[in-house]
């Protein structure tokens, strides 16, 4: 079966500095999706990303944080300005069609560490 | 807003007896209502869904029926595997293009 690809699996960086978790989606799929997990909490959406655009933000996607396609197969998340509370898993996924009906696909995601 | 509550774990059980993982949520509308399991070391995979009211979901063994008179998706497997040991997160879809998870309910099948 097709797989979602996150790189790196984890990363540590020191607060205040910038991070890219990087993810290659399933070729033919057109949404894509971050969420994150903080340590014993609920996974909690980020951001859906349709044609381009993003389609949908969740709060907690506040000016600190950017999503990009730059390429037509990557999909990168940036946080600009990392701080101690955004420690967590995160987890990459994509789609064929809207969530509500379809099956996502999530990667194995990234553990990112702030210090 | 849309929400789901999901049984605390760790549970854990011994191969071949019955599991239950309990699930109600909050929504307006009519949410589709998924399943997702996390096998170690991996992403979270789809294991059943249901997008109406008395839909049952199945697969691999497990099933789960949308009740909507007590906004329930409970889990079952009638005889658990050790391969079954994963974190099993219950999920919600509603008409904007997110997925709501619960916290995850971590399981160990002993042998």
């Known amino acids: 079966e097709p797989e979602v690809t996150q790189t790196p699996s984890h990363q540590v960086t020191q607060m205040g500095q910038e991070v890219i978790l990087r993810c290659v989606p399933i070729?033919?799929?057109?949404?894509f999706y971050w969420y994150r997990q903080i340590l014993g909490q609920k996974v909690e959406f980020l951001v859906s990303?349709?044609?381009?655009?993003?389609?949908?933000k969740s709060e907690i996607f506040d000016d600190q944080f950017s999503v990009e396609r730059p390429d037509g197969s990557n999909f990168t998340l940036k946080i600009r300005s990392t701080k101690l509370e955004d420690s967590a898993m995160y987890f990459c996924?994509?789609?064929?069609?809207?969530?509500?009906?379809?099956?996502?696909?999530f990667g194995s995601g990234t553990q990112l560490s702030v210090l | 807003g849309n929400s789901v509550t999901q049984m605390e774990g760790p549970v854990t059980l011994s191969e071949e007896a019955f599991l239950t993982i309990n699930c109600t949520y909050t929504?307006?509308?009519?949410?589709?209502l998924f399943w997702y399991v996390q096998y170690p070391g991996e992403g979270l995979q789809l294991l059943l869904k249901?997008?109406?009211?008395?839909d049952k979901g199945s697969n691999k063994g497990f099933e789960a029926t949308y009740r909507k008179e007590t906004t329930s998706f409970h889990l079952e497997k009638g005889s658990v595997q050790v391969s079954d040991s994963a974190v099993y997160f219950c999920?919600?879809?509603?008409?904007?293009?997110?997925?709501?998870f619960g916290k995850g309910t971590r399981l160990h099948i002993l042998p």
């Open positions: 996924a994509s789609s064929v069609g809207a969530a509500l009906n379809e099956k996502l696909f």
């Open positions: 070729s033919n799929h057109l949404y």
């Open positions: 990303f349709y044609n381009n655009e993003i389609s949908e």
């Open positions: 929504a307006t509308g009519y949410p589709s």
């Open positions: 249901a997008t109406k009211a008395d």
């Open positions: 999920a919600l879809g509603g008409r904007d293009d997110k997925i709501i």
